[in-house]
């Protein structure tokens, strides 16, 4: 048996003990890189200092526009400066934040509010979004010179590090000279394949000069004009005669606006939801570097989107083709002309203002005083449902005693109407109360009165005490002669001593059937 020297035995042992040594660094090496790799993911989470500042006049869609893009469907309006965020979610890394937005009201007098949108601390992380709208393109030069004056006294006005805004004017002019053509990755393997993205100091070796009229007002800020409302120009185009080489004019203007201080372009509608998640998705591109792969779009008229970096004059130039009655450079307001405030004077010549009810009856008094019957208008209340113009129709009491049936006559009626139903109402209620009526009675009470008494037909009342005389609701005076009148009486009193005799004989039945 062989028997292992003490030197054999410590060689044995020594490459035992080193593969501990290196499984101890390799654990110890494995806890630096989570280490690492935790300190890396917490550098490269959402900052939560980074806040939007939204300009713009009233009515303009500022509020309407940042709750659509907060998911809000029915927005509050509220006044001075409002303060809203929206949650900002990157799928990537699993992480979400708040984008504060700062919302300044358009009345000048709280302008003195910017301040605590605007200031010193937060001004490298600002973004600025300046809202038009459709429905007054023709005072959008007056609304873009007053907001952007604005905003650069108050910049102005802050005391910042002159090295600090000037970084920030640089990163401008790298994010334009660096800027790409996007191309949606639907195939991964595609070897054009090239993603938007914010450019890095580096970058700024290899840049392009910037092009002519870009960037000639360098705020330091980022900017994108919004114009809301885009729905409204088929308003513009009925209403206002607003032709295609119209909406090309705003547009290359508005376009070479957006170059001289390096801003973005979107047309958006909340009502037809255009253009709002590109907005969204623009938004945290520019603020938190979050990928956005929409190229330009200029073909729909009312659903523009041109990123910062992308446009030029010569792209511009494009929309000179279509233009026919106007040139690019005639002065936007000749040709986008406010047009007269119409609906205002209508609406105040469309006004009523309503008489004295105690006037009215006065005048109405009077006018009865003098023998005169009021002019009245139609209305509705006056013809019953189902008259078909034929009054006489509606009338059908006599219907009830001539089929000898024995139905109550509904004595509510106004007794002092001077309509054909009033008389035949107080005929029968005095017929139903004096059961010694006699039909040579009744007539005579008729024939005396007059069809057109205002009493019952058992008064006595000369006819001319009667004004104005109405048979079945007709004023007879106005219709026909004297002769006629006398005929029609006659007629009246013929009638009325018919459904004198039938109402007598339905009560003499109805009396024998109790004594029965």
Request: with cysteine.
């Amino acid at each position: 048996m062989e028997i292992l020297t003490q030197s054999q035995v410590h060689g044995l042992t020594t490459p035992t003990t080193a593969a501990r040594k290196k499984d101890a660094e390799a654990k110890e090496n494995l806890w630096s890189s989570i280490l690492s790799e935790v300190q890396t993911q917490s550098n490269t989470k959402l900052p939560s200092n980074k806040s939007v500042l939204v300009l713009g006049d009233n009515a303009s869609g500022k509020t309407t526009l940042i709750a659509k893009l907060q998911g809000v469907e029915d927005p509050k309006k509220g006044s001075g400066l409002e303060y809203a965020y929206i949650d900002v979610r990157d799928e990537y890394r699993d992480d979400v934040t708040r984008l504060s937005v700062w919302i300044l009201d358009g009345d000048p007098g709280h302008n003195n509010l910017l301040k605590y949108a605007l200031n010193e601390p937060n001004f490298p992380h600002t973004l600025v979004i300046l809202t038009l709208s459709m429905t007054t393109p023709w005072s959008w030069v007056d609304q873009l010179q007053h907001w952007m004056k604005i905003l650069d006294d108050h910049i102005a006005g802050l005391r910042i590090d002159p090295e600090e805004k000037q970084q920030c004017q640089a990163r401008l002019s790298t994010e334009w000279q660096n800027y790409c053509e996007t191309i949606d990755d639907l195939d991964p393997g595609s070897p054009i394949k090239r993603t938007n993205r914010l450019p890095s100091v580096d970058d700024e070796l290899d840049a392009l000069p910037l092009p002519e009229g870009v960037l000639t007002t360098n705020l330091g800020l980022d900017v994108v004009v919004v114009v809301t409302k885009t729905d409204y120009m088929t308003t513009l185009e009925k209403e206002l005669d607003y032709r295609d080489e119209h909406f090309d004019f705003m547009q290359q203007w508005i376009r070479r606006f957006c170059l001289m201080y390096g801003a973005s372009l979107f047309y958006t509608s909340v009502k037809e939801d255009k253009n709002c998640d590109l907005l969204y998705k623009y938004l945290t591109h520019r603020i938190y570097g979050l990928p956005f792969r929409t190229p330009a779009l200029v073909v729909e008229k009312d659903a523009v989107l041109i990123p910062a970096g992308w446009d030029n004059t010569k792209k511009i130039s494009i929309l000179y083709e279509n233009m026919q009655s106007c040139k690019p450079d005639d002065y936007y307001n000749d040709i986008i002309a406010q047009p007269p405030s119409r609906k205002t004077v209508s609406n105040r010549e469309s006004e009523i203002q309503t008489e004295d009810e105690q006037a009215f009856l006065a005048r109405q008094q009077q006018l009865l005083q003098q023998g005169q019957t009021p002019a009245r208008g139609e209305s509705p209340l006056r013809t019953q449902p189902g008259s078909n113009g034929n009054k006489s129709a509606q009338r059908t009491p006599v219907a009830a005693g001539a089929q000898g049936s024995p139905k109550k006559v509904d004595g509510k009626l106004t007794p002092g109407t001077q309509s054909g139903e009033g008389v035949l109402a107080n005929f029968f209620n005095s017929l139903l109360h004096k059961k010694s009526v006699t039909p040579g009675s009744a007539a005579a009470a008729a024939a005396a009165g007059g069809v057109a008494g205002t009493g019952p037909l058992g008064a006595t009342s000369s006819p001319s005490s009667l004004s104005p005389r109405v048979v079945n609701g007709t004023n007879v005076g106005d219709l026909v002669s004297v002769s006629d009148k006398i005929s029609m009486r006659t007629d009246a009193a013929l009638e009325l001593d018919r459904l004198a005799r039938s109402v007598k004989k339905d009560l003499d039945f109805s009396a024998a059937q109790s004594d029965c």
